[in-house]
Protein backbone atom coordinates (compact mmCIF):
# COMPACT_ATOMS: atom_id res chain seq x y z
CA UNK A 1 0.00 0.00 0.00
CA UNK A 2 1.35 3.69 -0.65
CA UNK A 3 1.88 6.10 1.75
CA UNK A 4 0.24 9.03 1.98
CA UNK A 5 0.91 11.36 -1.38
CA UNK A 6 2.78 14.43 -0.30
CA UNK A 7 0.44 17.61 -1.04
CA UNK A 8 1.57 21.29 -0.08
CA UNK A 9 -1.03 23.80 0.82
CA UNK A 10 -0.35 27.57 -0.41
CA UNK A 11 -2.17 31.17 0.31
CA UNK A 12 -0.69 31.99 -3.34
CA UNK A 13 0.33 29.31 -5.92
CA UNK A 14 3.35 29.67 -8.51
CA UNK A 15 2.64 27.74 -11.94
CA UNK A 16 5.38 25.67 -11.69
CA UNK A 17 7.10 23.96 -9.04
CA UNK A 18 10.52 21.41 -8.89
CA UNK A 19 9.05 18.92 -6.87
CA UNK A 20 6.55 16.03 -7.12
CA UNK A 21 4.46 16.74 -4.53
CA UNK A 22 1.04 18.18 -5.72
CA UNK A 23 0.78 21.39 -4.41
CA UNK A 24 -2.97 22.57 -3.86
CA UNK A 25 -4.11 26.56 -3.47
CA UNK A 26 -5.96 27.44 0.42
CA UNK A 27 -7.54 30.49 -1.43
CA UNK A 28 -7.75 29.31 -5.08
CA UNK A 29 -9.48 26.36 -6.64
CA UNK A 30 -5.88 25.95 -8.76
CA UNK A 31 -3.58 22.25 -8.09
CA UNK A 32 -0.01 22.38 -9.43
CA UNK A 33 2.39 19.35 -10.45
CA UNK A 34 5.43 20.23 -11.43
CA UNK A 35 4.83 22.25 -14.30
CA UNK A 36 1.08 20.81 -14.97
CA UNK A 37 -1.65 22.55 -13.52
CA UNK A 38 -5.51 22.78 -13.01
CA UNK A 39 -8.47 24.09 -11.80
CA UNK A 40 -10.75 22.34 -9.33
CA UNK A 41 -14.44 22.96 -8.04
CA UNK A 42 -14.67 23.51 -4.21
CA UNK A 43 -15.80 19.61 -4.48
CA UNK A 44 -13.40 18.78 -6.30
CA UNK A 45 -10.07 20.29 -4.48
CA UNK A 46 -11.84 18.48 -0.89
CA UNK A 47 -11.82 15.44 -2.32
CA UNK A 48 -8.55 15.23 -3.97
CA UNK A 49 -7.23 16.36 -0.71
CA UNK A 50 -9.32 13.82 1.09
CA UNK A 51 -8.13 10.96 -1.65
CA UNK A 52 -4.07 12.24 -1.75
CA UNK A 53 -4.24 11.73 2.21
CA UNK A 54 -5.32 8.62 2.10
CA UNK A 55 -3.48 6.55 -1.01
CA UNK A 56 -3.82 3.45 -1.83
CA UNK A 57 -7.24 3.20 0.78
CA UNK A 58 -10.73 2.96 -0.68
CA UNK A 59 -12.87 5.83 0.74
CA UNK A 60 -16.11 4.92 0.25
CA UNK A 61 -18.44 7.46 -1.34
CA UNK A 62 -20.07 8.38 2.17
CA UNK A 63 -16.66 9.42 3.30
CA UNK A 64 -15.64 12.05 0.69
CA UNK A 65 -19.46 13.10 0.92
CA UNK A 66 -18.11 13.79 4.79
CA UNK A 67 -14.62 15.37 3.46
CA UNK A 68 -16.70 17.39 1.31
CA UNK A 69 -19.57 18.68 3.42
CA UNK A 70 -18.45 17.62 7.12
CA UNK A 71 -17.56 21.62 8.73
CA UNK A 72 -21.31 22.54 7.23
CA UNK A 73 -23.26 22.43 10.12
CA UNK A 74 -26.27 21.32 8.44
CA UNK A 75 -24.63 18.33 6.75
CA UNK A 76 -23.93 19.88 3.26
CA UNK A 77 -26.71 19.57 0.44
CA UNK A 78 -29.27 17.32 0.07
CA UNK A 79 -27.99 16.44 -3.56
CA UNK A 80 -24.37 16.07 -2.06
CA UNK A 81 -23.91 12.24 -2.75
CA UNK A 82 -24.75 13.53 -6.59
CA UNK A 83 -22.04 16.48 -6.36
CA UNK A 84 -19.52 14.19 -5.10
CA UNK A 85 -20.08 11.55 -7.57
CA UNK A 86 -19.92 14.27 -10.69
CA UNK A 87 -17.11 16.30 -9.58
CA UNK A 88 -15.06 12.53 -8.95
CA UNK A 89 -16.08 11.65 -12.64
CA UNK A 90 -14.68 15.05 -13.68
CA UNK A 91 -11.93 15.12 -11.32
CA UNK A 92 -10.27 11.58 -12.47
CA UNK A 93 -10.03 13.54 -16.00
CA UNK A 94 -8.26 16.36 -14.75
CA UNK A 95 -6.18 14.09 -12.21
CA UNK A 96 -4.56 12.14 -15.36
CA UNK A 97 -2.60 14.85 -16.99
CA UNK A 98 -1.37 15.49 -13.06
CA UNK A 99 0.13 11.70 -13.30
CA UNK A 100 -2.62 10.78 -10.34
CA UNK A 101 -4.41 7.79 -10.97
CA UNK A 102 -8.02 7.45 -8.96
CA UNK A 103 -9.63 4.38 -9.36
CA UNK A 104 -12.98 3.46 -8.86
CA UNK A 105 -15.11 0.79 -8.01
CA UNK A 106 -18.11 -0.64 -5.95
CA UNK A 107 -16.55 0.05 -2.35
CA UNK A 108 -15.43 3.44 -3.39
CA UNK A 109 -12.47 5.23 -4.61
CA UNK A 110 -8.56 5.43 -4.16
CA UNK A 111 -5.86 7.62 -5.65
CA UNK A 112 -2.29 7.03 -6.36
CA UNK A 113 0.82 8.67 -7.74
CA UNK A 114 2.42 8.03 -11.48
CA UNK A 115 6.29 8.76 -11.81
CA UNK A 116 5.36 11.55 -13.78
CA UNK A 117 2.63 14.33 -15.00
CA UNK A 118 1.60 14.28 -18.92
CA UNK A 119 -0.23 16.92 -19.51
CA UNK A 120 -2.76 17.56 -21.86
CA UNK A 121 -1.51 20.89 -24.11
CA UNK A 122 -4.17 23.57 -21.75
CA UNK A 123 -2.37 22.15 -18.56
CA UNK A 124 0.97 23.17 -19.35
CA UNK A 125 2.03 26.16 -17.29
Given at each position: ???????????????????????????????????????????????????????????????????????????????A??????????L????????????H?????????????????????
Open positions: MQSAISIVMHQSLKDSYDDEAIHIGIFENKVVRGRVKAHLSIVQKRCLVALCANAGRRMSRDSLVDACYGDNPYGGSLTENYVTSSMMARTVCCGLGISIDDALGYSARLSDRPEPAASQVA
